[in-house]
């Protein structure tokens, strides 16, 4: 009956010359006898849902354990709420060194440890956070504790040169007023732009090249350096690449994780290396894991380094132990 109903649909309909053609997303629910009518109700509703998250122009039923995922996401994004207004969520820091082994920098990762579920991971909780607005708070915050951090560190010899580096989501970036905001946060900190590296993705700069270049060479007149995460995965071409006022490039740990013996990911690594060399940008390899990734990459003339065998991200007070003594 939904099949017909969806095939009926999708014949044309002479509203105007042409013809309009439609597509339907269909949600179903069986009754199964002791459900109210708003529980049978919801159920359809959580059944169309799916169907529209799907692609649209799908069927989809009705299963409980949709709404057993559906309640447990709506108690953690509530949860994630708290927790975003209270600011108690924290920064670990990853390690970045150059080919002599010298921490040149830190990667900032975001950690929720709940109170009852424990260690939240960052691929559960900012997908909610993107979905909810609530990025856009929380994407904020981060970057003005890096500030913070990098103010409070450019009085001490052995932290002072160091640039911290801040993942952008795309929500974030798309916001009008983001560099702007960026601004005042610089400002507000006290911190050296210079210190600032910020990571975008292909994919969010490609979804509105124009307005992103604009955005970028208004932070990069201030000094704010920018990083182009996960390099590789995307659409890669020298074409944009040497419109962007980028300063480094980096490789996706997908390439790295395969090194040395994947002649393919050999090809990607070497690929993106000899690019940022043309271009006059630094290139960042991560997720090394191992000692013959590391050379590996070495070898093919990559400039730096980040993963659990450089070490693993950590509360600031257990990454500057990593840190010269001054």
């Not at 169907?51 to 995922?69: C, I, T």
């Not at 160091?162 to 989501?169: D, F, G, P, Q």
Request: hydrophobic content about 45%.
């Amino acid at each position: 009956m939904a099949i017909s109903i969806s095939e009926t649909l999708r014949q044309p309909f002479e509203v105007a010359s042409p013809g309009i053609t439609i597509g339907a997303s269909i949600g179903v629910a069986l009754f199964r006898g002791g459900e109210s009518v708003e529980q049978l109700l919801g159920n359809c509703d959580i059944a169309l849902h799916k169907a529209k998250a799907s692609g649209r122009d799908a069927l989809r039923f009705f299963d409980p354990e949709m709404q057993a995922a559906l309640d447990q996401r709506s108690s953690l994004e509530q949860d994630l709420r708290i927790a975003v207004r209270n600011k108690n969520l924290a920064l670990h820091y990853q390690a970045q060194t150059d080919n002599s082994g010298t921490i040149i920098g830190a990667e900032v990762l975001l950690r929720w440890n709940h109170p009852e579920r424990g260690l939240v991971s960052p691929l559960v909780f900012i997908p909610i956070a993107e979905e909810t607005g609530l990025i856009e708070e929380l994407g904020y915050w981060v970057i003005e504790k890096a500030c913070d951090q990098i103010h409070l560190w450019s009085t001490r010899e052995n932290a002072s040169s160091l640039r911290i580096s801040v993942n952008v989501s795309a929500h974030q970036f798309q916001l009008d007023d983001f560099a702007l905001s960026v601004e005042r946060i610089l400002a507000k900190t006290g911190a050296r732009p210079d210190r600032l590296m910020l990571e975008l993705t292909e994919s969010v700069i490609l979804a509105d090249l124009e307005n992103a270049m604009q955005k970028m060479r208004a932070l990069k007149q201030l000094g704010v350096g920018f990083s182009m995460d996960d390099f590789g995965t995307g659409y890669s071409s020298l074409a944009y690449l040497s419109r962007l006022p980028l300063d480094e490039l980096k490789i996706d740990r997908s390439f790295v994780a395969r090194l040395p013996g994947s002649d393919n990911d050999a090809v990607i690594a070497r690929m993106v290396i000899s690019m940022g060399r043309s271009l006059g940008l630094s290139v960042l390899a991560e997720g090394v894991e191992t000692p013959e990734q590391m050379e590996a990459l070495r070898q093919y003339g990559c400039h730096a380094y980040q993963g659990f065998l450089i070490g693993r991200p950590s509360p600031v007070e257990e990454f500057v132990l990593l840190l010269p003594s001054q």
